[in-house]
């Protein structure tokens, strides 16, 4: 059974809540993301609002 994760970031520059789902943490090699961690990432339109992708820690 496949655990279904929604992480959400708080993207200050343009004050809009942004979220990851655990397939990009999973694209960009990590297996997960701890608080406090910097990360770079794009911001796409997805169906349910703006997400994260193409994510690399900084």
Do not use: W
């Amino acid at each position: 059974m496949e655990k279904k994760v929604m992480v959400s970031l708080n993207v200050k520059i343009k004050k809009k809540d942004v979220f990851v789902h655990h397939s990009a943490v999973r694209e960009a090699g990590l297996e997960y993301i701890n608080g406090g961690d910097e990360l770079t990432f794009e911001v796409e339109n997805g169906e349910k609002g703006p997400s994260a992708v193409n994510l690399q820690k900084a």
